[in-house]
């Protein structure tokens, strides 16, 4: 995003100097343009979800550690536990789980939950989990959709006014030059801010998805009793062949 503003800001300086930074500037067309997209957007939304997609950007620039290969190695040796002591003994090593969506398979587990139930709870964890994550998503998708048409209602709006009033042909250049400064501030809107950050929480909803998607396969495969090292064969298919190798290397295996 800084990026974003640096190339913004040098081609601007590069064209029109340090005036033309200042002819960006209109106070009318921000108004329009910022204040009648984020209106469109509320109205689009349940007050508490626009709230909540909003504080969602601070998510794009939290890098949240997610190790694919890291569950998987934890689930192995939750499953060599379990295959050495018994499904109890997983309990105990329950308590030093940081992971609350693995901590709750394995105590649902532990209770002796019937396999089908234990994937339907998880499942509809996991399915209520992404639902949040996607209205968030909804509102920057919105808010970058409604952008752009806000900047065209202000550059018609500007068009408008001039077109009544062309008297003096001297101020048709600079009414024209800011009513389409509304069109500018709705594709900055889209394309600098809204789009970016959609894309940034769908691509750590995806990640994050896929992180439970292994949670659930393995605590399932420890519950049905499965050699550990065939769990770790089944768990690194999500992942991509780098991170298998990655996986291959770090694993603690399993006894056969």
Same mark, same amino acid.
């Given at each position: 995003?800084? !990026?974003?503003?640096?190339?913004? #800001?040098?081609? =601007? ?12 500037? *209109? ?31 601070? !998510?794009?620039?939290?890098?949240? @550690?997610?190790?694919? +290969? +890291?569950?998987?190695?934890? %689930? ?11 499904? #109890? ?7 030093? %789980?940081?992971?609350?969506? !693995? ?5 649902? =587990?532990?209770?002796?939950?019937? @396999?089908?139930?234990?994937? /339907?709870?998880?499942?509809? *964890? #996991? ?53 389409? =400064? ?20 769908? =691509? ?13 396969? /393995?605590?399932?495969? %420890? ?24 996986? +291959?290397?770090?694993?603690? /295996?399993?006894?056969?």
């Amino acid at each position: 995003m800084l !990026l974003g503003v640096v190339m913004f #800001l040098f081609g =601007v300086f590069s064209s029109g100097g340090a005036s033309g930074l200042f002819n960006m500037f *209109d106070f009318p067309s921000i108004i329009i343009t910022l204040g009648g997209s984020i209106s469109g957007t509320l109205a689009s939304n349940k007050l508490q979800d626009f709230i909540a997609g909003l504080k969602s950007i601070t !998510l794009t620039f939290k890098e949240v @550690p997610q190790d694919p +290969a +890291a569950v998987i190695r934890n %689930i192995i040796d939750l499953s060599n536990t379990a295959r050495k002591e018994g499904l #109890l003994a997983l309990e105990e090593a329950a308590n030093g %789980i940081e992971d609350e969506f !693995l901590k709750k398979g394995i105590m649902l =587990v532990v209770d002796g939950t019937d @396999p089908e139930l234990v994937r /339907g709870i998880m499942e509809t *964890d #996991l399915g209520c989990i992404e639902q949040r994550h996607k209205k968030s998503i909804a509102v920057w998708e919105k808010w970058g959709e409604l952008g752009p048409a806000w900047g065209m209602i202000g550059t018609l709006i500007g068009l408008i006014l001039m077109l009544k009033d062309m008297n003096d042909a001297s101020t048709i250049g600079p009414k024209m030059a800011v009513a389409l =400064v509304t069109t500018l501030y709705g594709s900055l809107i889209a394309n600098w801010l809204c789009n970016p950050t959609a894309s940034k929480l769908s =691509v750590n909803n995806n990640n994050e998805m896929m992180m439970k998607e292994i949670t659930v396969e /393995g605590i399932l495969s %420890i519950q049905a009793g499965e050699n550990p090292r065939v769990i770790e064969e089944k768990l690194k298919s999500f992942l991509s062949p780098s991170a298998r190798e990655e996986t +291959a290397e770090g694993s603690v /295996g399993g006894e056969e």
